[in-house]
């Protein structure tokens, strides 16, 4: 079928859906198959369009190929207790296969099942965000996805006083969504001119708090290199700090 402005999704202003659904004659509803040989939406400056298929209704599985240009802005309509400030263009490509349910619902089993693959680049993005001070300007980023790992290409912006650049692997990092005590590893580079820890810091600590306990869960395993030319840290600064976290 095919649905104009506001038919179906009334956040966009223009989508299309053409597609059947397949079922064996006398078959039950929960064996047919959901098939969906292309879908456009259309919001403002953003896009997408792609494929999928759905099947086995009572444990549901999704096959989706898609590609697409989003406006970061637009995402403020969908992230509103989030976002406050925003700018930039997210482009989208990938094909995803595997459970169609929460991430937080998946087991082991259905993680091995995954096939996930595609890229995510963000030009020149603005965000700042609600309840927080943190703001990051001039984002540009290239994130890679390998089934359960995200790999940073590039990272580079604007933030916490200075320029930041990152790179590194998220390592089974939708394993670690899953709630099930997933180890998440960490890996990589971080690198600026200056890292002013009081702009990154003050929406957690107070001026008049003197001992600072920084914790990561246990099931998170951190190995960075980091390169910092200059640190600033109440009336601390120190220069050329670099090293490594294990």
Do not use: C
């Not at 998440?184 to 929406?203: A, P, R, V, Y």
Request: charged fraction near 25%.
């Amino acid at each position: 079928g095919r649905k104009g402005e506001n038919d179906l999704f009334p956040s966009f202003h223009y989508s299309e859906i053409r597609g059947e659904f397949l079922k064996k004659k006398n078959g039950l509803f929960s064996s047919g198959i959901l098939r969906i040989d292309t879908f456009s939406i259309n919001r403002e400056k953003s896009m997408a369009t792609g494929r999928m298929r759905i099947a086995n209704f009572n444990s549901p599985s999704l096959f989706l190929s898609a590609h697409g240009k989003i406006d970061v802005n637009d995402l403020k309509e969908f992230l509103p207790d989030t976002l406050i400030a925003s700018s930039g263009l997210i482009i989208l490509e990938g094909t995803y296969m595997g459970p169609l349910k929460k991430v937080n619902l998946f087991t082991p089993a259905d993680l091995d099942k995954i096939k996930f693959s595609g890229t995510m680049s963000i030009a020149e993005g603005d965000f700042a965000f609600l309840n927080s001070n943190t703001h990051f300007t001039h984002l540009n980023t290239k994130l890679l996805f390998d089934n359960t790992d995200i790999i940073i290409d590039e990272l580079g912006s604007s933030a916490w006083g200075g320029n930041i650049f990152v790179k590194g692997t998220l390592k089974k990092y939708f394993d670690y969504l899953s709630g099930d005590r997933q180890t998440l590893t960490i890996e990589g580079t971080f690198q600026t001119d200056l890292l002013d820890l009081n702009k990154m810091l003050e929406d957690t600590f107070t001026r008049s708090d003197t001992v600072y306990l920084f914790v990561l869960p246990s099931n998170v395993d951190v190995k960075m290199k980091f390169d910092i030319e200059k640190f600033v840290f109440r009336k601390f600064e120190a220069s050329r700090i670099n090293g490594r976290m294990v």
